[in-house]
């Protein structure tokens, strides 16, 4: 019985050494699958910041310190310069003028002109 239990202990710590491995492969490959995301997140012409940041924040604390992190945080800090720089404008780079300040400098609209009226058969 003693050399059954020296036996076991060491099989148990092997069981527990590779369900520690099985979930750090699965977060490793949970996190490269979220920095994949986005990445394809800031390629969209429309991005949520928001969600390609917590996709970013769940890869580094996963432990991947790889390229594609710093590719995406980069694009992610590119995206928000070009947005704040851009933000406000018009095509022509002149700024937008609020519509309360449109309105007061506007002349005042006159009416439509109405349409002749139709005239109308007469039955004989």
């Known amino acids: 019985m003693v050399i059954e239990a020296a036996l076991i ?3 148990v710590d092997v069981l527990i050494g590779l369900f520690k491995q099985g979930d750090h492969l699965r977060l490793q ?3 490269e699958a979220a920095i994949r995301e986005a990445i394809l997140e ?4 429309q991005p949520d910041e928001n969600k ?5 924040a769940v890869a580094k604390a996963a432990g991947i310190l790889s390229e594609d992190v710093v590719l995406a945080e980069d694009m992610l800090k590119k995206h928000r310069a070009t947005k704040s720089r851009t933000n406000g404008k018009a095509a022509t780079g ?4 609020p519509a309360a300040a449109k309105a007061a400098d506007a002349p005042p609209a006159r009416p439509a002109p109405k349409p002749p009226a139709r005239k109308t058969k007469t039955s004989s």
């Open 52 to 56: 390609a940041e917590a996709r970013i």
């Open 94 to 97: 002149r700024k937008r003028r």
């Open 29 to 31: 490959h949970n996190a």
């Open 9 to 11: 202990k060491p099989v």
């Open 42 to 45: 800031l390629l969209l012409a």
